[in-house]
């Protein structure tokens, strides 16, 4: 192994330029992977991918770094989110968590986790790699499942040192998943039925889970407009397996127990919900996979300020929604990143700053 220690400026710089390879994406998209070593439940070597948009025509990257994570059945696909925060001066970076879309291996389940505290090890690397290319100063983007993984790791990070005396400056959540979706009984005596097979059939498929209609509104090959790898985020989604549902409902627990995610928070929402076992027209326009309700409800759990919004029109991912609803979410995420800059400014310029 080389010793960076020993390597001049511009030998470390051409060593880590090696570390990055092109992505799936194409031009202006690179990808490094992220070794975790052996997977705690048991399906060989973990790793992450962390992906980094770098165009020729980018802005000057005037403004904190973008670090967005994807939900559950997804992976980071999304170049016209990652080409907007260019726009604004912002470089950006994308993770797949582990066995997630690229970090996916051979013999390994999607997306299963048995606590969701296993991805802090890909965060604080992520967090790492893009301040050591990018700045100290990063704003965490993320959706749905990714939403709750993140503000349980911000609450975890601001206990131990301060989330921002981390660096973290704020946080946009895209339709996050705060509670179990569907009749009440699944949150009543369905979580410690959940819980307790979780523990000893951690691997048992959950019957009926697999439904078509957000995928067949997103996907070109079906009734939507977006172009992506079916085997990575497959039309009727993944497997739901026991054991990472109940490291889901432990997750929610602790999120509505109050979290402290110690930064300034934007929620996007979709307007209605509207769940649908086949695809129409109603799926185009409302969440098919969240009760927006829900969202309303546990967003203040998150300790600290936060921007809750909904967008007519919007599908679960609100920046994959039509046209007229996309261009809605957009003008509320600028709207926002500007009054947080003079928020920190305000902030930066007090006395107690400077104390």
């Not at 691997?203 to 990575?232: C, T």
């Not at 809750?308 to 991912?317: F, K, M, N, Q």
């Not at 994959?320 to 809605?328: D, G």
Request: glycine share 8%; proline share 5%.
């Amino acid at each position: 192994m080389t010793n960076e220690a020993s390597l001049s400026v511009s030998d470390i710089t051409a060593l880590a330029a090696e570390r990055w390879k092109p992505d799936v994406l194409g031009a202006g998209y690179e990808q490094r992977t992220l070794p975790l070593g052996p997977d705690p439940d048991g399906e060989g070597d973990a790793v992450a991918t962390l992906v980094r948009y770098t165009p020729d025509t980018a802005a000057a990257a005037t403004e904190p770094a973008v670090l967005y994570v994807h939900g559950f059945t997804d992976y980071f696909f999304q170049q016209h989110l990652a080409e907007h925060f260019a726009e604004r001066g912002h470089r950006f970076y994308a993770l797949d968590l582990r066995k997630c879309g690229r970090s996916l291996r051979d013999g390994q389940t999607p997306h299963y986790v048995t606590d969701l505290a296993l991805y802090d090890a890909e965060l604080n690397e992520s967090l790492r790699i893009v301040q050591e290319e990018a700045g100290e100063h990063v704003l965490l983007v993320a959706h749905s499942t990714g939403g709750l993984i993140v503000s349980l790791w911000l609450d975890r990070l601001n206990t131990a040192k301060g989330t921002a005396e981390s660096g973290i400056v704020g946080l946009v959540l895209n339709s996050p998943w705060f509670d179990l979706q569907g009749p009440s009984y699944y949150r009543t005596i369905g979580t410690p039925v959940i819980k307790a097979l979780g523990r000893f059939r951690s691997m048992f498929e959950l019957p009926g889970a697999k439904i078509s209609s957000y995928g067949d509104s997103l996907h070109n090959s079906v009734a939507g407009e977006w172009d992506y790898n079916l085997d990575w985020k497959p039309l009727e989604g993944f497997p739901v397996r026991l054991g990472w549902l109940r490291a889901i409902r432990n997750g929610h627990a602790k999120l509505q127990a109050g979290l402290s995610v110690g930064v300034p928070a934007l929620i996007l929402r979709s307007r209605i919900t509207k769940f649908a076992r086949q695809y129409g027209p109603a799926v185009d326009v409302a969440d098919a996979v969240l009760d927006v309700r829900q969202i309303q409800r546990w967003s203040g759990c998150l300790g600290d300020r936060t921007n809750i919004v909904p967008i007519d029109g919007a599908r679960h991912d609100v920046f994959l929604s039509s046209a007229e609803p996309r261009h809605k979410a957009f003008a509320e995420l600028d709207s926002w990143l500007d009054w947080l800059v003079v928020f920190r400014k305000k902030a930066a310029d007090s006395p107690e700053a400077g104390a």
